[in-house]
Protein backbone atom coordinates (compact mmCIF):
# COMPACT_ATOMS: atom_id res chain seq x y z
CA UNK A 1 0.00 0.00 0.00
CA UNK A 2 2.65 2.27 0.42
CA UNK A 3 4.42 2.88 -2.59
CA UNK A 4 0.74 3.40 -4.00
CA UNK A 5 0.41 6.34 -1.98
CA UNK A 6 3.41 7.29 -2.90
CA UNK A 7 2.86 7.25 -6.81
CA UNK A 8 -0.54 9.39 -6.20
CA UNK A 9 1.09 11.99 -4.28
CA UNK A 10 4.11 12.35 -6.35
CA UNK A 11 1.22 12.75 -9.35
CA UNK A 12 -0.57 15.51 -7.66
CA UNK A 13 2.41 17.43 -6.62
CA UNK A 14 4.24 16.83 -10.26
CA UNK A 15 0.74 18.48 -12.00
CA UNK A 16 -0.40 21.40 -9.03
CA UNK A 17 2.75 21.71 -6.62
CA UNK A 18 5.07 25.07 -6.73
CA UNK A 19 8.19 24.54 -8.43
CA UNK A 20 9.96 24.96 -4.66
CA UNK A 21 7.71 22.32 -3.17
CA UNK A 22 8.66 20.02 -6.08
CA UNK A 23 12.43 20.49 -5.55
CA UNK A 24 12.20 19.97 -1.92
CA UNK A 25 9.93 16.56 -1.75
CA UNK A 26 9.22 15.13 -5.18
CA UNK A 27 12.32 13.06 -5.43
CA UNK A 28 12.28 11.84 -2.18
CA UNK A 29 8.40 10.57 -2.97
CA UNK A 30 9.61 9.28 -6.02
CA UNK A 31 12.37 7.23 -5.05
CA UNK A 32 10.24 5.85 -1.71
CA UNK A 33 12.95 7.26 0.79
CA UNK A 34 10.19 9.10 1.72
CA UNK A 35 6.57 8.54 2.58
CA UNK A 36 3.30 9.92 1.94
CA UNK A 37 0.09 9.73 2.89
CA UNK A 38 -3.74 11.71 2.00
CA UNK A 39 -6.04 13.24 4.87
CA UNK A 40 -9.26 13.67 3.95
CA UNK A 41 -11.70 12.13 6.33
CA UNK A 42 -12.59 13.38 9.59
CA UNK A 43 -14.56 11.41 12.44
CA UNK A 44 -17.73 14.13 12.20
CA UNK A 45 -17.83 14.04 7.67
CA UNK A 46 -17.03 10.57 6.84
CA UNK A 47 -17.09 10.67 2.93
CA UNK A 48 -18.78 14.00 2.81
CA UNK A 49 -15.96 16.18 2.64
CA UNK A 50 -17.77 19.55 2.46
CA UNK A 51 -18.05 18.99 6.24
CA UNK A 52 -14.51 19.10 6.82
CA UNK A 53 -13.27 21.35 9.77
CA UNK A 54 -9.34 21.08 9.45
CA UNK A 55 -8.01 24.74 9.70
CA UNK A 56 -5.24 26.53 8.09
CA UNK A 57 -3.93 29.77 8.92
CA UNK A 58 -1.98 31.99 6.52
CA UNK A 59 1.31 33.02 8.24
CA UNK A 60 3.73 36.01 7.09
CA UNK A 61 6.35 33.86 5.51
CA UNK A 62 3.75 32.13 3.08
CA UNK A 63 3.49 28.78 5.18
CA UNK A 64 0.03 27.77 6.92
CA UNK A 65 -0.65 26.56 10.34
CA UNK A 66 -2.87 23.61 10.19
CA UNK A 67 -5.16 22.14 13.24
CA UNK A 68 -7.45 19.69 13.18
CA UNK A 69 -8.00 15.42 13.35
CA UNK A 70 -8.11 13.09 10.17
CA UNK A 71 -9.08 9.57 10.68
CA UNK A 72 -8.28 6.46 8.47
CA UNK A 73 -4.88 7.51 7.27
CA UNK A 74 -3.25 4.98 5.80
CA UNK A 75 0.81 4.74 6.79
CA UNK A 76 0.13 7.99 8.94
CA UNK A 77 3.06 7.14 11.69
CA UNK A 78 5.67 4.51 10.80
CA UNK A 79 9.19 4.16 11.43
CA UNK A 80 9.95 2.15 7.96
CA UNK A 81 10.97 5.85 6.10
CA UNK A 82 12.81 9.13 7.99
CA UNK A 83 10.37 11.05 6.85
CA UNK A 84 6.59 11.08 6.26
CA UNK A 85 4.56 13.95 4.24
CA UNK A 86 1.13 14.67 4.50
CA UNK A 87 -1.18 15.76 1.68
CA UNK A 88 -3.91 17.44 3.61
CA UNK A 89 -7.41 18.56 2.86
CA UNK A 90 -8.20 21.61 4.84
CA UNK A 91 -10.01 25.08 5.13
CA UNK A 92 -8.73 28.95 4.83
CA UNK A 93 -10.43 31.37 7.30
CA UNK A 94 -12.59 32.90 4.46
CA UNK A 95 -13.36 29.58 2.24
CA UNK A 96 -16.98 29.27 0.88
CA UNK A 97 -18.61 26.54 2.36
CA UNK A 98 -18.77 22.98 1.58
CA UNK A 99 -16.63 21.48 -1.16
CA UNK A 100 -15.73 24.47 -3.15
CA UNK A 101 -14.01 26.17 -0.06
CA UNK A 102 -11.39 22.55 0.41
CA UNK A 103 -8.09 23.69 -0.22
CA UNK A 104 -4.61 21.03 -0.16
CA UNK A 105 -1.92 21.57 2.33
CA UNK A 106 1.74 19.42 2.56
CA UNK A 107 2.34 18.78 5.64
CA UNK A 108 5.76 16.98 6.52
CA UNK A 109 5.96 14.69 9.95
CA UNK A 110 9.21 15.91 9.69
CA UNK A 111 10.49 20.19 8.57
CA UNK A 112 13.25 20.08 6.11
CA UNK A 113 16.01 22.29 6.14
CA UNK A 114 17.17 24.56 2.87
CA UNK A 115 19.77 21.99 2.51
CA UNK A 116 17.69 19.31 2.55
CA UNK A 117 18.57 17.40 5.90
CA UNK A 118 15.52 16.64 8.51
CA UNK A 119 15.17 19.30 10.99
CA UNK A 120 12.16 19.70 13.84
CA UNK A 121 9.66 17.50 14.56
CA UNK A 122 6.26 19.08 12.72
CA UNK A 123 3.24 19.67 14.88
CA UNK A 124 1.42 16.40 13.92
CA UNK A 125 1.05 13.04 15.88
CA UNK A 126 -0.39 9.62 15.37
CA UNK A 127 -3.09 9.56 18.33
CA UNK A 128 -4.87 6.17 17.35
CA UNK A 129 -4.33 3.13 15.64
CA UNK A 130 -7.69 2.24 13.62
CA UNK A 131 -8.12 -2.03 14.92
CA UNK A 132 -9.65 -3.46 11.42
CA UNK A 133 -10.98 -6.46 10.26
CA UNK A 134 -7.57 -7.07 8.03
CA UNK A 135 -4.92 -5.25 6.70
CA UNK A 136 -2.94 -6.03 10.14
CA UNK A 137 0.41 -5.10 8.90
CA UNK A 138 -0.77 -1.49 7.77
CA UNK A 139 -0.61 1.03 10.01
CA UNK A 140 -3.74 2.82 9.76
CA UNK A 141 -3.97 6.03 12.20
CA UNK A 142 -5.65 9.00 13.52
CA UNK A 143 -3.73 11.95 13.31
CA UNK A 144 -3.93 15.14 15.08
CA UNK A 145 -2.60 18.24 13.48
CA UNK A 146 -1.38 21.59 15.56
CA UNK A 147 -2.60 20.24 19.28
CA UNK A 148 1.03 22.49 19.68
CA UNK A 149 -0.05 25.85 18.13
CA UNK A 150 -0.31 24.31 14.23
CA UNK A 151 1.45 22.08 12.26
CA UNK A 152 3.38 24.03 9.46
CA UNK A 153 1.75 23.05 6.04
CA UNK A 154 2.44 24.93 2.61
CA UNK A 155 -0.69 25.18 -0.20
CA UNK A 156 -0.57 23.06 -3.10
CA UNK A 157 -1.70 24.87 -5.91
CA UNK A 158 -4.56 27.71 -5.82
CA UNK A 159 -6.58 28.04 -2.60
CA UNK A 160 -10.19 26.23 -2.59
CA UNK A 161 -9.25 23.81 -5.27
CA UNK A 162 -7.95 21.29 -2.94
CA UNK A 163 -10.44 18.82 -3.73
CA UNK A 164 -9.85 19.45 -7.46
CA UNK A 165 -5.98 18.10 -6.95
CA UNK A 166 -7.20 15.50 -4.74
CA UNK A 167 -8.85 13.83 -7.35
CA UNK A 168 -5.74 13.61 -9.60
CA UNK A 169 -4.57 11.43 -6.36
CA UNK A 170 -7.59 9.57 -6.07
CA UNK A 171 -7.80 8.44 -9.76
CA UNK A 172 -4.28 7.17 -9.67
CA UNK A 173 -5.68 5.42 -6.30
CA UNK A 174 -8.65 4.08 -7.52
CA UNK A 175 -6.92 2.34 -10.22
CA UNK A 176 -4.35 0.69 -7.41
CA UNK A 177 -7.43 -0.24 -5.54
CA UNK A 178 -8.92 -2.26 -8.22
CA UNK A 179 -5.89 -3.56 -9.70
CA UNK A 180 -5.18 -4.87 -5.42
CA UNK A 181 -8.36 -6.35 -5.88
CA UNK A 182 -7.05 -8.57 -8.86
CA UNK A 183 -4.09 -9.04 -7.24
CA UNK A 184 -5.69 -10.40 -3.59
CA UNK A 185 -7.99 -12.55 -5.81
CA UNK A 186 -5.25 -14.05 -8.08
CA UNK A 187 -3.46 -15.23 -4.53
CA UNK A 188 -6.66 -16.19 -3.12
CA UNK A 189 -7.26 -18.42 -6.04
CA UNK A 190 -3.87 -19.99 -6.83
CA UNK A 191 -4.03 -21.01 -3.09
CA UNK A 192 -7.46 -22.41 -3.48
CA UNK A 193 -5.81 -24.57 -6.75
CA UNK A 194 -2.59 -25.37 -4.75
CA UNK A 195 -5.34 -26.91 -2.12
CA UNK A 196 -7.69 -28.37 -4.90
CA UNK A 197 -4.77 -30.75 -6.59
CA UNK A 198 -3.52 -31.71 -3.14
CA UNK A 199 -6.30 -32.85 -1.23
CA UNK A 200 -7.79 -35.86 -1.34
CA UNK A 201 -11.41 -36.65 -0.70
CA UNK A 202 -15.00 -38.30 -2.01
CA UNK A 203 -15.48 -40.35 -5.19
CA UNK A 204 -14.86 -39.54 -8.92
CA UNK A 205 -18.46 -38.55 -9.92
CA UNK A 206 -17.47 -40.26 -13.38
CA UNK A 207 -15.32 -42.92 -13.03
CA UNK A 208 -16.32 -43.67 -9.37
CA UNK A 209 -12.83 -43.71 -8.60
CA UNK A 210 -12.16 -43.10 -4.50
CA UNK A 211 -8.88 -41.63 -3.30
CA UNK A 212 -8.96 -38.56 -5.83
CA UNK A 213 -8.18 -34.67 -5.76
CA UNK A 214 -10.93 -32.70 -4.92
CA UNK A 215 -10.08 -31.01 -8.31
CA UNK A 216 -11.92 -33.92 -9.84
CA UNK A 217 -14.95 -33.15 -7.89
CA UNK A 218 -17.35 -31.22 -10.95
CA UNK A 219 -18.20 -28.43 -8.41
CA UNK A 220 -14.95 -27.73 -6.97
CA UNK A 221 -14.40 -27.23 -10.96
CA UNK A 222 -16.59 -25.11 -11.25
CA UNK A 223 -15.68 -22.82 -8.73
CA UNK A 224 -11.99 -22.97 -9.75
CA UNK A 225 -13.10 -21.66 -13.45
CA UNK A 226 -15.69 -19.19 -12.14
CA UNK A 227 -12.51 -17.44 -9.94
CA UNK A 228 -10.15 -17.97 -13.04
CA UNK A 229 -12.69 -16.08 -15.17
CA UNK A 230 -13.62 -13.40 -13.04
CA UNK A 231 -9.73 -12.40 -12.42
CA UNK A 232 -9.11 -12.77 -16.43
CA UNK A 233 -11.89 -10.64 -17.28
CA UNK A 234 -10.97 -7.41 -14.52
CA UNK A 235 -7.53 -7.96 -15.29
CA UNK A 236 -8.31 -7.45 -18.93
CA UNK A 237 -10.24 -4.65 -17.78
CA UNK A 238 -7.41 -2.66 -16.03
CA UNK A 239 -4.69 -3.89 -18.01
CA UNK A 240 -6.79 -1.66 -21.27
CA UNK A 241 -7.43 1.50 -18.79
CA UNK A 242 -3.85 1.27 -18.34
CA UNK A 243 -2.93 1.44 -21.82
CA UNK A 244 -6.03 4.66 -21.96
CA UNK A 245 -4.15 6.20 -19.38
CA UNK A 246 -0.72 6.46 -21.19
CA UNK A 247 -2.89 6.64 -24.77
CA UNK A 248 -4.36 10.45 -22.62
CA UNK A 249 -1.22 11.69 -21.20
CA UNK A 250 1.61 11.12 -23.96
CA UNK A 251 0.04 10.48 -27.36
CA UNK A 252 0.30 13.24 -30.20
CA UNK A 253 -3.11 12.22 -31.56
CA UNK A 254 -5.47 14.91 -29.88
CA UNK A 255 -8.44 13.34 -30.99
CA UNK A 256 -7.06 9.62 -29.61
CA UNK A 257 -6.10 11.05 -26.43
CA UNK A 258 -9.41 12.44 -25.62
CA UNK A 259 -11.32 9.50 -26.52
CA UNK A 260 -8.59 7.62 -23.83
CA UNK A 261 -9.36 10.18 -21.19
CA UNK A 262 -12.95 10.29 -21.30
CA UNK A 263 -12.38 6.46 -21.18
CA UNK A 264 -10.80 6.30 -18.08
CA UNK A 265 -13.08 8.68 -16.69
CA UNK A 266 -16.28 6.80 -17.26
CA UNK A 267 -14.30 3.42 -16.31
CA UNK A 268 -12.15 4.26 -13.54
CA UNK A 269 -15.21 4.02 -10.83
CA UNK A 270 -15.86 0.05 -12.74
CA UNK A 271 -12.27 -0.74 -12.28
CA UNK A 272 -12.31 0.44 -8.76
CA UNK A 273 -16.16 -0.84 -7.78
CA UNK A 274 -16.59 -3.94 -9.77
CA UNK A 275 -13.22 -5.16 -9.74
CA UNK A 276 -13.04 -4.76 -5.65
CA UNK A 277 -16.29 -6.50 -4.96
CA UNK A 278 -15.42 -9.41 -7.74
CA UNK A 279 -12.81 -10.16 -5.57
CA UNK A 280 -14.94 -10.39 -2.50
CA UNK A 281 -16.53 -13.48 -4.39
CA UNK A 282 -13.59 -14.84 -5.37
CA UNK A 283 -11.78 -14.82 -1.76
CA UNK A 284 -15.53 -16.57 -0.58
CA UNK A 285 -15.45 -18.96 -3.65
CA UNK A 286 -11.49 -19.98 -2.37
CA UNK A 287 -12.51 -20.42 1.40
CA UNK A 288 -15.37 -23.13 0.41
CA UNK A 289 -12.99 -25.08 -2.06
CA UNK A 290 -10.93 -25.24 1.38
CA UNK A 291 -14.31 -26.48 3.43
CA UNK A 292 -13.68 -26.52 6.70
CA UNK A 293 -9.55 -25.72 6.17
CA UNK A 294 -10.44 -22.38 5.03
CA UNK A 295 -12.17 -21.39 8.51
CA UNK A 296 -9.10 -22.45 10.36
CA UNK A 297 -6.38 -19.80 10.36
CA UNK A 298 -3.62 -21.97 9.59
CA UNK A 299 -4.49 -22.29 5.93
CA UNK A 300 -3.70 -18.57 5.23
CA UNK A 301 -6.85 -18.58 2.55
CA UNK A 302 -8.75 -16.23 5.64
CA UNK A 303 -6.69 -14.10 6.02
CA UNK A 304 -7.30 -12.97 1.98
CA UNK A 305 -10.73 -12.57 2.46
CA UNK A 306 -10.58 -10.48 5.36
CA UNK A 307 -7.92 -8.23 3.70
CA UNK A 308 -9.60 -7.97 0.40
CA UNK A 309 -13.10 -6.39 2.67
CA UNK A 310 -11.64 -3.01 2.79
CA UNK A 311 -10.67 -2.30 -0.89
CA UNK A 312 -14.52 -2.13 -1.72
CA UNK A 313 -14.16 0.79 1.22
CA UNK A 314 -10.87 2.87 0.29
CA UNK A 315 -11.05 5.71 -1.94
CA UNK A 316 -14.85 5.85 -1.19
CA UNK A 317 -17.23 2.67 -1.03
CA UNK A 318 -19.00 0.93 -3.87
CA UNK A 319 -22.17 3.03 -3.60
CA UNK A 320 -19.96 5.91 -3.87
CA UNK A 321 -18.54 4.76 -7.13
CA UNK A 322 -21.83 3.75 -8.22
CA UNK A 323 -23.10 7.38 -7.65
CA UNK A 324 -19.65 8.98 -9.05
CA UNK A 325 -20.97 6.74 -12.19
CA UNK A 326 -24.44 7.73 -13.07
CA UNK A 327 -24.32 11.23 -11.26
CA UNK A 328 -20.88 12.95 -12.49
CA UNK A 329 -19.94 10.23 -15.66
CA UNK A 330 -23.63 9.07 -17.55
CA UNK A 331 -25.86 11.65 -16.59
CA UNK A 332 -23.78 15.20 -16.60
CA UNK A 333 -22.85 14.08 -20.53
CA UNK A 334 -25.85 12.70 -21.70
CA UNK A 335 -24.40 9.07 -22.08
CA UNK A 336 -22.48 10.29 -24.62
CA UNK A 337 -19.34 8.28 -23.74
CA UNK A 338 -20.84 5.04 -23.42
CA UNK A 339 -22.61 4.76 -26.33
CA UNK A 340 -19.33 5.67 -27.72
CA UNK A 341 -17.94 2.58 -25.32
CA UNK A 342 -21.21 0.43 -26.99
CA UNK A 343 -20.12 1.14 -30.29
CA UNK A 344 -16.63 -0.35 -30.15
CA UNK A 345 -18.64 -3.19 -27.79
CA UNK A 346 -20.95 -4.33 -30.84
CA UNK A 347 -17.70 -4.34 -32.94
CA UNK A 348 -16.05 -6.71 -31.39
CA UNK A 349 -19.42 -9.12 -31.16
CA UNK A 350 -19.19 -8.70 -35.02
CA UNK A 351 -15.91 -9.94 -35.10
CA UNK A 352 -16.90 -12.84 -33.16
CA UNK A 353 -19.75 -13.69 -35.53
CA UNK A 354 -17.72 -13.80 -38.15
CA UNK A 355 -15.38 -15.99 -36.85
CA UNK A 356 -15.76 -19.87 -36.66
CA UNK A 357 -17.26 -21.13 -34.25
CA UNK A 358 -17.74 -18.28 -31.51
CA UNK A 359 -21.13 -17.33 -32.68
CA UNK A 360 -22.64 -18.31 -29.30
CA UNK A 361 -20.24 -16.17 -27.95
CA UNK A 362 -21.20 -13.30 -30.35
CA UNK A 363 -24.71 -14.14 -29.24
CA UNK A 364 -24.41 -14.05 -25.67
CA UNK A 365 -21.83 -10.42 -25.96
CA UNK A 366 -25.36 -8.71 -28.33
CA UNK A 367 -27.44 -9.88 -25.39
CA UNK A 368 -25.43 -8.41 -22.77
CA UNK A 369 -24.51 -5.06 -24.59
CA UNK A 370 -28.18 -4.25 -25.50
CA UNK A 371 -29.09 -4.79 -21.63
CA UNK A 372 -26.55 -2.22 -20.82
CA UNK A 373 -27.95 -0.02 -23.46
CA UNK A 374 -31.83 -0.56 -21.81
CA UNK A 375 -30.45 0.24 -18.60
CA UNK A 376 -29.18 3.31 -19.77
CA UNK A 377 -32.00 4.37 -21.95
CA UNK A 378 -33.91 4.20 -18.46
CA UNK A 379 -31.24 6.17 -16.34
CA UNK A 380 -31.53 9.01 -18.88
CA UNK A 381 -35.22 8.89 -18.78
CA UNK A 382 -35.74 9.24 -15.27
CA UNK A 383 -32.47 10.90 -13.95
CA UNK A 384 -34.07 14.13 -14.11
CA UNK A 385 -37.49 13.71 -12.60
CA UNK A 386 -36.42 10.32 -10.63
CA UNK A 387 -32.80 10.96 -9.20
CA UNK A 388 -33.31 9.19 -6.16
CA UNK A 389 -34.89 6.31 -7.95
CA UNK A 390 -31.78 6.36 -10.70
CA UNK A 391 -29.18 6.25 -7.80
CA UNK A 392 -30.90 3.49 -5.85
CA UNK A 393 -30.46 1.65 -8.59
CA UNK A 394 -26.50 2.70 -9.28
CA UNK A 395 -24.59 -0.38 -7.82
CA UNK A 396 -26.80 -2.05 -9.84
CA UNK A 397 -25.94 -0.56 -12.64
CA UNK A 398 -22.16 -0.29 -11.59
CA UNK A 399 -21.99 -4.47 -12.02
CA UNK A 400 -24.11 -3.90 -15.21
CA UNK A 401 -20.86 -2.05 -16.98
CA UNK A 402 -18.81 -4.04 -15.21
CA UNK A 403 -20.29 -7.09 -16.04
CA UNK A 404 -20.53 -6.45 -19.91
CA UNK A 405 -16.92 -4.47 -19.75
CA UNK A 406 -15.22 -7.71 -18.82
CA UNK A 407 -17.04 -10.16 -21.56
CA UNK A 408 -16.40 -7.43 -23.98
CA UNK A 409 -12.54 -8.08 -23.42
CA UNK A 410 -12.66 -11.59 -22.75
CA UNK A 411 -14.20 -11.40 -25.90
CA UNK A 412 -10.99 -9.71 -27.31
CA UNK A 413 -8.86 -12.31 -25.88
CA UNK A 414 -10.82 -14.99 -27.43
CA UNK A 415 -10.09 -13.26 -31.01
CA UNK A 416 -6.37 -12.79 -29.69
CA UNK A 417 -6.15 -16.82 -29.34
CA UNK A 418 -7.51 -17.67 -32.06
CA UNK A 419 -5.50 -15.36 -34.07
CA UNK A 420 -2.37 -16.68 -32.23
CA UNK A 421 -2.78 -20.26 -32.87
CA UNK A 422 -0.03 -22.13 -34.81
CA UNK A 423 2.32 -19.26 -33.43
CA UNK A 424 5.74 -20.14 -31.70
CA UNK A 425 5.41 -17.83 -29.08
CA UNK A 426 2.04 -19.92 -27.75
CA UNK A 427 1.81 -23.49 -26.42
CA UNK A 428 -1.34 -25.26 -28.03
CA UNK A 429 -2.77 -25.73 -24.27
CA UNK A 430 -2.27 -22.22 -23.16
CA UNK A 431 -4.40 -21.04 -25.94
CA UNK A 432 -6.70 -23.74 -25.72
CA UNK A 433 -7.27 -23.00 -21.94
CA UNK A 434 -8.68 -19.48 -22.79
CA UNK A 435 -10.56 -20.56 -25.38
CA UNK A 436 -12.51 -22.35 -22.71
CA UNK A 437 -11.81 -20.23 -19.91
CA UNK A 438 -13.69 -17.08 -22.09
CA UNK A 439 -16.44 -19.77 -23.26
CA UNK A 440 -16.93 -20.59 -19.90
CA UNK A 441 -17.31 -17.12 -18.42
CA UNK A 442 -19.79 -16.05 -21.86
CA UNK A 443 -21.70 -18.68 -20.87
CA UNK A 444 -21.90 -19.35 -16.84
CA UNK A 445 -21.26 -15.47 -15.65
CA UNK A 446 -21.93 -13.31 -18.55
CA UNK A 447 -25.93 -14.46 -18.69
CA UNK A 448 -26.41 -12.07 -15.35
CA UNK A 449 -26.37 -9.26 -17.34
CA UNK A 450 -30.15 -9.38 -18.85
CA UNK A 451 -31.00 -9.97 -14.53
CA UNK A 452 -28.82 -6.88 -13.31
CA UNK A 453 -30.35 -4.52 -16.02
CA UNK A 454 -34.23 -5.73 -14.63
CA UNK A 455 -32.81 -5.09 -10.96
CA UNK A 456 -31.31 -1.44 -11.68
CA UNK A 457 -35.10 -0.59 -12.79
CA UNK A 458 -36.54 -2.96 -10.13
CA UNK A 459 -34.48 -2.36 -7.16
CA UNK A 460 -34.36 1.59 -8.20
CA UNK A 461 -38.15 2.25 -8.17
CA UNK A 462 -39.03 -0.09 -4.98
CA UNK A 463 -36.04 1.30 -2.73
CA UNK A 464 -37.26 4.99 -3.75
CA UNK A 465 -40.87 4.61 -2.65
CA UNK A 466 -40.19 2.06 0.74
CA UNK A 467 -40.52 4.52 3.75
CA UNK A 468 -38.11 3.20 5.85
CA UNK A 469 -39.51 5.11 9.20
CA UNK A 470 -41.96 2.69 9.60
CA UNK A 471 -39.19 -0.48 10.20
Known amino acids: MLPQLNTGEAEAILLAASDELKA ?34 PQADGSYRISGQKIFISYGEHEITPNIV ?34 AQNDV ?54 VQGIGI ?10 FARERVQGRDAVTGAVGQPIINHPDVKRMLLTMRARILAARALAYTAAGWFDIARHSTDQAAAGKAKRYVDLLMPVVKGWSTELCQQVCYDAIQVHG ?20 TIYEGTTGIQANDLVGRKVLRENGATLRELIVEMRGVAAELAAAEGMQSMAGRLTEDIAALERALDWILANGRDQLAAVLAGAVPFLH ?16 AARNAAGKAAYSADYLRSLDQLTRFHAHALAVQAPALAAAIVGAGETAAACALDAW
Not at 139 to 156: H, L
Not at 295 to 309: C, I, K, M, N
Request: hydrophobic share 40%; glycine share 14%.
Open 400 to 415: LLGSVCGSWQLARVAL
Open 292 to 311: GMGFVEETGVAQHYRDARII
Open 24 to 57: TYLQKLVTGEWGGTMNLTEPQAGSDLAAIRCRAE
Open 86 to 119: HLVLARLPDAPPGVKGISMFLVPKFLVNRDGSLG
Open 125 to 178: RCVGLEHKLGIHGSPTCAMSFGDKGGAAGWIVGQANRGLEYMFIMMNEARFGVG
Open 185 to 194: GERAYQQALA
